[in-house]
């Protein structure tokens, strides 16, 4: 009659194994194309080595694929705060950050302030950046004066400021690191 009892909700399926190694190759070339020219879906199709179908099968939008992109970009930062110094991390942030510039103007529509999806890796970095933070000063090696919005502010200064230039991004990267240290 209409009884549930008894009866088992369907299980969701776990996706295959190709279906998570397109995913993987689609995020890849999603990184690689939109970093270089801000990209086209299809360059990324294409560069993935899989039709156009496939990359809308898992991703339905471009704001869907950006913001994939974007997400796993800050999991790796993430991750490797937990075992990175604050300098290592810091100079790898910097180059990541540089490489997602092609990707700022496509990204524009969901970073606004009230997007719940730039708050929520917002709040991914920043805690990144507070525990190698917290952890450095613990350890003798950061200045206590300086806080970890100030690394993040350095770090999108350098790459996205006014006069931000990359060929001088790291070697100003290091002057600040440089002046963090306790003497």
């Not at 190759?25 to 496939?54: K, P, Q, W, Y």
């Not at 496509?106 to 606004?112: H, S, T």
């Amino acid at each position: 009659m209409g009884s549930e009892i008894g009866q088992e909700k369907p299980k969701a399926r776990k996706p295959r194994a190709d279906q998570l190694r397109n995913r993987e190759r689609l995020l890849d070339a999603a990184r690689e194309v939109f970093g270089r020219e801000g990209g086209s879906l299809e360059a990324v199709a294409r560069e993935a080595g899989v039709g156009i179908g496939t990359l809308y099968r898992h991703f339905p939008s471009r704001e869907a694929l950006f913001q994939a992109v974007y997400a796993r970009e800050v999991e790796t930062l993430e991750r490797r705060a937990a075992e990175d110094q604050l300098e290592d991390w810091m100079r790898g942030a910097l180059r990541l950050m540089a490489t997602k510039k092609g990707m700022v103007a496509a990204l524009a529509p969901v970073f606004e302030p009230d997007s719940t999806f730039f708050s929520d890796q917002s709040q991914r970095l920043r805690g990144a950046v507070a525990a190698l933070h917290a952890r450095a000063v613990a350890e003798g090696r950061l200045r206590p004066d300086v806080t970890s919005e100030d690394l993040l502010r350095v770090l999108l200064s350098l790459n996205y400021g006014p006069g931000a230039d990359p060929a001088r991004a790291e070697v100003l990267l290091g002057v600040f690191l440089d002046g963090l240290r306790v003497r």
